[in-house]
């Protein structure tokens, strides 16, 4: 399972390709589709991006709500009727389609952030206020990981 660490930011060039981080798509190296799939976030003004595989463990998740349920329905939507399939080019770049980069106001630099299994793409100026609000709330709150059932693989 592909794990994303740490921020990297790149420019956005006049055809709305972006370099995925070279550690990114080092993680994603023997993956069955060679590229990253992206959809609009419903909580922020950016784009969750995931490999392939975690999209079919998302779909297998739908899978435990009733299939014409408003909930299923909404969630596959939300992620599946707006999900993208971005595949590297030759220099490692994705075409964001400019909807996407639209909806999370990426205009020139676009910030690549790991949240473990999945990834966010921020524009830039967006993410600092963001990356700030996220320690904010995780000292304000006293955040912290929930243990591991003891049978439980990491």
Request: aromatic letters at 10%; hydrophobic letters at 45%.
């Amino acid at each position: 399972m592909p794990l994303f660490l740490s921020t990297y930011s790149n420019k956005v060039d006049k055809k709305g390709r972006i370099s995925v981080p070279a550690p990114f798509r080092a993680t994603l190296v023997g993956q069955a589709f060679q590229g990253v799939v992206l959809f609009k976030a419903t909580g922020h003004s950016c784009l969750e991006g995931f490999d392939f595989g975690t999209m079919e463990e998302l779909s297998a998740r739908l899978d435990h709500f009733d299939l014409f349920s408003n909930q299923q329905d909404d969630l596959a939507t939300a992620i599946f009727g707006e999900a993208v399939q971005c595949p590297f080019d030759g220099e490692g770049r994705i075409g964001v389609p400019q909807a996407l980069l639209d909806f999370a106001a990426i205009d020139e630099g676009a910030t690549f952030v790991g949240l473990g299994r999945k990834f966010q793409i921020w524009d830039t100026a967006a993410f600092e206020a963001r990356r700030a609000s996220a320690r904010e709330n995780v000292i304000r709150e006293g955040l912290t990981l929930p243990r591991l059932d003891k049978g439980s693989a990491v």
